[in-house]
């Protein structure tokens, strides 16, 4: 699965932004079977889990992000977004898509075998 993350840019504390990753060279039926993650890393940080949604539209957020950020998941355009609102200066980082064969222990990025480019968010206060 080859993934393509776009969205990102520099917007101020409480404003919102999407992000969507696309597979454009995947079958779609690879696509509709795999687990999708949305992780971050800060400068100086670790790469951290933001959100995960399962083939059968299971979601998982950090706790940092619940109730703010959403993600979601269109099999025909094999695109899944994240959107996210009430942003804070904390949510400053790279964010990346992700993607596995569906299975356990969704939320562990070392399960995960394929990645996007990156797109960088920044938060401004």
């Known amino acids: 699965v080859q993934l393509q993350a776009s969205g990102g840019g520099e917007v101020q504390a409480g404003g919102s932004l999407r992000l969507s990753c696309r597979a454009p060279t995947t079958i779609t039926s690879v696509f509709n079977a795999n687990d999708m993650g949305w992780y971050r890393q800060a400068p100086g940080k670790q790469r951290e889990l933001v959100a995960v949604?399962?083939?059968?539209?299971?979601?998982e957020y950090a706790d940092s992000v619940k109730g703010r950020f959403t993600t979601s998941k269109n099999n025909a355009r094999k695109t899944v977004s994240l959107q996210m609102n009430n942003l804070k200066p904390e949510d400053t980082g790279v964010y990346y898509c992700a993607g596995r064969p569906v299975g356990p222990d969704s939320t562990s990025a070392a399960t995960y075998t394929n990645w996007g480019q990156g797109t960088l968010v920044t938060v401004s206060s």
């Open positions: 949604i399962t083939p059968a539209g299971t979601t």
